[in-house]
């Protein structure tokens, strides 16, 4: 699973951006998400989440509120940008066209 | 096991540096944490297990820690050596304000002989001797250094605020000293020349107009951003 996790790590930030394309969420959310689509073949650490959280903040590809909850602590949550929007846009290209250019060279 | 997970994220966070955007990682740490936990036990997890498996789940979180800001609440050395810097530039850019008013002076004792008109020739040498200072002053306003964060708190938020209106205020008392000088210089260069010293301290009156609209400009400036 080693060359898998990292190139898979690589694209952390892609990966959440997606989840935020569909609506606005929090950390485990997220994390939960991810898990449930892969069949629990993959997590992301928290660590691995909040740093991808902190670099798609700076370069202003997502916004973060704090949440009012009824019940429980108060919660993260974070919303895609427009920015988000186009970039994702770019990266998913940018995959698509990774992908395509591997497989040809492992035939 | 709300207060075991908090235990563990206190010792995590113990080398963080203390600052709010710290305390709200932890506080969203915490809460997801909380849930992921609350989710396992429901599924059947026994509590030992479940616990591990969240405090397995976090990872390593010191990576994080560098985004969360220095602790240090020193003053950055290396601003404070570009600060004496402009000082310096600063005095020795009066400094050469005040000669070149000197010379101005001492050929303006020389009676103008048939030549050479003495007075003219030093003020114009004066001007050209401002030249220097007056680059020194922009140079200066303009390299001033921006207050670096130590740590992102509301203190420092006030720093970085002050440093600002300080750099723009620096700018205006740079042009406001330019402008007096130079307000000074025609005033002896008109009044040499012309002889007419009952009418030339009106340029002061002008000066004082020159300085409001320089303060206004400033404020719309300030308002601007």
């Known amino acids: 699973m080693s060359i898998t996790s990292d190139v898979i790590r690589g694209h952390t930030e892609t990966i959440i951006l997606a989840r935020l394309i569909e609506k606005d969420s929090y950390g485990y959310q997220i994390n939960k998400d991810i898990m449930e689509k892969t069949d629990n073949m993959y997590e992301l650490k928290e660590a691995t989440l909040y740093s991808a959280f902190r670099r798609l903040e700076q370069s202003q590809l997502i916004a973060t509120y704090w949440g009012n909850e009824e019940v429980g602590a108060r919660r993260r949550y974070y919303a895609i940008t427009d920015r988000g929007r186009e970039a994702y846009k770019e990266y998913k290209h940018d995959w698509e066209n990774a992908k395509a250019i591997i497989d040809k060279l492992l035939k | ?225």
């Open chain 2, 1 to 225: 096991m709300n207060e075991k997970l908090r235990n563990h994220l206190d010792l995590l966070f113990e080398n963080a540096p203390k600052t709010r955007k710290a305390f709200e990682l932890k506080e969203e740490l915490l809460a997801n944490s909380d849930e992921r936990y609350n989710d396992l036990i429901r599924s059947g997890i026994t509590p030992e297990d479940a616990y591990k498996n969240v405090v397995n789940s976090i990872g390593d979180v010191s990576e994080l820690f560098k985004g969360l800001a220095e602790v240090e609440v020193g003053e950055d050395k290396e601003t404070n050596e570009i600060i004496k810097k402009l000082a310096l530039i600063k005095s020795a850019a009066v400094g050469l304000y005040i000669f070149s008013f000197v010379i101005l002076i001492l050929f303006s004792l020389l009676r103008p002989s048939y030549h050479a008109n003495f007075p003219v020739i030093g003020f114009m040498i004066m001007i050209l001797i401002d030249i220097i200072p007056t680059c020194m002053l922009v140079y200066v306003s303009n390299v001033y250094p921006k207050y670096n964060r130590q740590a992102d708190t509301v203190v420092e938020d006030f720093k970085e605020w002050k440093s600002e209106t300080k750099k723009s205020k620096a700018l205006k008392n740079s042009i406001t000293s330019v402008l007096w000088t130079l307000t000074v210089l025609l005033y002896f260069a008109i009044s040499f020349a012309t002889w007419s010293w009952q009418v030339s301290w009106i340029i002061f009156l002008v000066a004082i107009c020159a300085q409001t609209v320089i303060g206004l400009v400033f404020r719309l400036k300030e308002i601007k951003e």
